[in-house]
């Protein structure tokens, strides 16, 4: 028998500009989702926001550096990162309590929705398009 735990993570909330269309979206969740420890992100150019939840025990500092780097190297600007622990939530280990949450397992945010605009996939700036 296989005991599941649950680590909880840290939200990371950035504040990124230069993005202008899905394709920029795209590219910073790509450069994103590729540093360690990530479990996942979501970005909306429309708002200029990306929503990370990183793996637990991964330091939200080291990961604002990285992200500040990778964001840069795609082509944008990183202008704040706040972080925050992650919210408890649904009941996805089980149930219970052996993980130690109590019987509700932490939960990532919602994604963020992206809103699709006329002219979407052609942006005149940030390595998008």
Same mark, same amino acid.
């Given at each position: 028998m296989e005991i599941m735990t649950h680590v909880p993570g840290t939200i990371v909330e950035l504040a990124v500009s230069g993005m202008t269309c899905t394709?920029?979206?795209s590219s910073i969740e790509q450069a994103l989702t590729?540093?360690?420890?990530?479990?996942?992100a979501s970005v909306d150019h429309t708002t200029g926001r990306a929503?990370?939840?990183?793996?637990?025990?991964?330091?939200?500092e080291d990961f604002a550096f990285d992200a500040d780097a990778a964001i840069h190297d795609a082509g944008y600007?990183?202008?704040s990162a706040a972080a925050r622990p992650e919210?408890? +939530?649904? !009941?996805? %280990?089980g149930g219970g309590g052996a993980c130690g949450c109590g019987g509700a397992e932490a939960k990532a945010p919602e994604p963020v929705q992206a809103v699709?605009?006329? +002219?979407? !996939?052609? %942006?005149?700036g940030g390595g998008c398009c």
């Open positions: 394709g920029c979206s590729a540093l360690p420890g990530v479990r996942s929503v990370v939840l990183l793996v637990g025990g991964v330091s939200a600007t990183l202008e919210r408890a +939530g649904g !009941g996805g %280990c699709a605009s006329e +002219g979407d !996939g052609c %942006c005149g």
